[in-house]
């Protein structure tokens, strides 16, 4: 039995392709008065997910839709909606702590508060709290770390299945050079991780990602582990941190001597592959570079967390260049907000500070279908296109007074697009779709529901 499909009507954008290959002016269709048509057919694969059944111009999906419920937005934009591919929801309630490198940030700010997550109703305020300010935000699908606490991991995916959210996330793994009570071992990451894998991994929209921190925080014997667990689910994701910060890199260099680089240190335990997420990806040597391409990893770029933890700048032009599998992503709490449109601003002024300016196109690509490429979930999620799973933002391109002014001078689409991508935060975000369902929890205003 089909349940009644919803028509959704207002702009939309669709991407055609890859707007770092294409020429960003011709890698999307945008329509002034367009619909996206989403419902269960009820012979999909199972996975309990909406779907978008139709994209198209308005007029002609009314006529062919006429028993679906219409919700009109006028000229808001409907989009996929945001993928955040790195976070760390467990820094939600520490995000923007005052000045500290990398380093010092993560053990004056962060280690105490991951060491909260041992109580498990604080790690579900946490998950819930975290959960609804990103969907406030238009992000509808994260990855996430978690904390080295099994229950942390319980906390997430089950806020994000209550939610229907597309959730990824993993146990951090840490066997050394954090304080006691945020170490595991080798043998418990391990055996912690490939029990929750078992338990949620595939289980709805969630997938299990296995996540070593980064490899000053684990010994070889306990990345060696964690490279035999991949390579026994290697459907599964493998999410950690690489070539973020100078001292960082120097300290890699001391505690394995004997690696050519920082990448070595994962890819002699197995952790290099498809389905490797490396946040940050800033400071890389020629070798790394080419042994990523060769692997087919993705690199995840944090810009707001390069910018506020004084990280450096991220090689966006040179990176696409080669061909580099990218996302775009908060890291809440090194990072400073929450909002993907947050992010693209801070991606446009990094790229700027490089001498390269990012087209809106490549900046919204990002931040929706490049992240689900980099999480290898193109085909189902970070698009409008038929067949993909119903999660949408509905962006109002006039949601404050200086946006609204900047918007009545814009020539182009993309022109418009930009002035909220520069100077819009969660006042944008007027509505957000998961998995078919409007999500109204303290939304922007209702949609004008007829029929
Ligand atoms: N490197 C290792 N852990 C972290 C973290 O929590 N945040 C950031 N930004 N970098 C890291
Ligand atoms: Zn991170």
Redesign the pocket.
């Known amino acids: 039995m089909r349940n009644r499909p919803q028509l959704i009507l207002g702009q939309t954008l669709a991407f055609d392709a890859d707007p770092f290959r294409a020429d960003p002016l011709e890698a999307a269709t945008w329509r002034r008065r367009g619909g996206v048509v989403v419902g269960r057919d009820g012979d999909g694969p199972g996975d309990g997910a909406a779907r978008i059944l139709a994209v198209g111009e308005a007029d002609a999906l009314r006529r062919t839709w006429h028993d679906a419920r219409v919700h009109d937005y006028g000229d808001a934009l409907i989009s996929a909606g945001f993928v955040d591919a790195h976070a ?1 929801y467990p ?1 939600t309630a520490i995000i923007a702590s005052w000045g500290k490198q ?1 380093i010092d940030w ?1 053990n004056t700010y ?1 280690f105490p508060e991951e060491m909260r997550f041992g109580n498990r109703a604080f790690a579900e305020a946490t998950a819930e709290r975290y959960l609804d300010l990103i969907l406030s935000n238009g992000t509808t699908c994260a990855v996430s770390f978690c904390t080295i606490h099994p229950q942390s991991v319980e906390a997430i995916f089950s806020a994000a299945q209550a939610r229907g959210m597309r959730l990824v996330a993993g146990k951090t793994c840490m066997d050394r050079n954090a304080p006691e009570g945020l170490r595991d071992t080798a043998k418990s990451a391990y055996d912690d991780s490939a029990a929750l894998l078992r338990k949620w991994h595939g289980r709805g929209r969630l997938s299990y990602a296995i996540t070593p ?2 490899s000053p925080t684990s010994t070889p014997e306990q990345l060696e582990a964690l490279g035999a667990l991949w390579a026994q689910h290697p459907d599964c994701l493998m999410q950690t ?1 690489l070539g ?1 910060q100078l001292p960082e890199i120097a300290w890699v260099r001391e505690l394995f001597p004997d690696a050519r680089d920082y990448l070595e240190t994962y890819e002699r335990f197995g952790l290099l592959g498809p389905g490797a997420l490396f946040g940050h990806a800033i400071h890389l040597a020629a070798r790394e570079r080419a042994r990523l391409k060769e692997a087919d990893a993705a690199l995840i770029h944090c810009p707001t ?1 390069n910018t506020f ?1 004084g990280s450096g700048l991220f090689d966006m032009a040179g990176l696409t260049a080669e061909g580099q599998r990218i996302g775009l992503a908060t ?1 809440t709490g ?1 990072g400073s907000s929450f909002s993907m449109l947050r992010t693209m601003a801070a991606a446009y002024e990094i790229g700027q500070l490089r001498g390269h300016a990012l087209h809106p196109a490549q900046l919204w690509w990002l931040a929706t279908a490049g992240s689900a490429r980099a999480l290898r979930m193109a085909d189902r999620i970070g698009n409008l296109a038929t067949g993909l799973e119903a999660d949408l933002v509905i962006i109002d391109l006039a949601s404050t007074p200086a946006i609204a002014q900047r918007l009545a001078r814009a020539r182009t689409p993309w022109e418009a697009l930009f002035a909220t991508i520069m100077m819009g935060d969660d006042r944008a975000v007027r509505s957000v779709w998961v998995n078919g369902r409007e999500y109204a929890q303290g939304i922007g205003r209702a949609s004008s529901s007829t029929q």
């Open positions: 760390h820094q990398l993560l962060t921190r980064f941190h973020e967390s933890i890291d090194g």
